[in-house]
């Protein structure tokens, strides 16, 4: 389930209220505290609004602390401003997102592996530069009761995603990954149709066969004939939106 529509759709009315401090004691699977883990906090206010992006590192005890630019949406039942999320990557560690409460907020992360593989077209030759996104991540939330075993994969924006691009060889590497399990890795190119990978990470060398794709170009106007600008276009092909220019012009790749 993504992100946006299992947590933010929880927010009602909304009060002005001061900010949050959020406090994040980051540490490993043997209780100790990770140093130098890179964390991307992502806050936003409701479904739909532009999200916050912001890039810090833990310090040699573990701890990052962060302001929030809104009170941090706490209990359903109150009011509040804004929803936090944390995404944590750290050498050797998988990689795992938290949802964040005001205040102090600790966890520890798990013990982490590697995939990689080659990317392939349809002549079974490798392709170079192909962009690559692993969207569903292990998700813990530290404050409300999403209805989500911790842990369990949820769908992230791409703002949290994993991402990766094969090289001349067309090889490729996640780092991060949990240790055993299934990830979805979407290949994202002009060039191919925008699909899932599902692959076992204990699996060796796997192969990723991509699909020759196209591209749809267009214009879309009102009624009156004018340009349609900042329209959201959903093809159920894809899982991105995609947004009108001035001119009401989009363009959809990967179909």
């Not at 999320?85 to 050498?91: E, I, Q």
């Not at 938290?98 to 995939?115: E, H, I, T």
Request: aromatic share 4%.
């Amino acid at each position: 389930m993504k992100l946006s529509f299992l947590l933010l759709a929880l927010l009602g009315p909304l009060a002005t209220c001061h900010a949050d401090a959020v406090r994040l004691q980051i540490n490993g699977p043997d209780g100790k505290p990770v140093g130098g883990a890179k964390v991307r906090f992502v806050e936003a206010k409701m479904q739909g609004d532009n999200l916050v992006v912001t890039d810090s590192t833990s310090d040699a005890n573990g701890i990052v602390v962060v302001e929030s630019r809104n009170p941090i949406f706490a209990d359903p039942r109150e009011d509040s401003q804004s929803l936090m999320v944390a995404r944590v990557l750290a050498p050797g560690l998988a990689a795992s997102v938290f949802q964040l409460k005001g205040g102090d907020n600790s966890f520890s992360l798990a013990a982490g592996r590697v995939l990689e593989g080659v990317a392939l077209d349809a002549t079974d030759k490798p392709v170079a530069t192909v962009g690559l996104l692993i969207t569903s991540l292990p998700f813990t939330s530290m404050g409300v009761d999403t209805g989500q075993a911790p842990g369990a994969a949820v769908r992230m924006p791409d703002e949290l995603a994993l991402k990766t691009t094969t090289d001349e060889q067309g090889r490729w590497k996640f780092e991060s990954l949990p240790l055993s399990g299934k990830v979805d890795i979407e290949a994202r190119d002009a060039r191919f149709k925008r699909e899932n990978f599902s692959l076992d990470v204990a699996q060796p060398n796997p192969s990723l066969h991509l699909t020759q794709g196209s591209t749809i170009k267009g214009r879309l106007l009102k009624p009156n004939g004018t340009a349609a600008a900042g329209i959201k276009i959903t093809p159920n092909s894809i899982s991105s939106e995609i947004i009108t220019d001035a001119q009401g012009r989009f363009e959809i790749t990967g179909v």
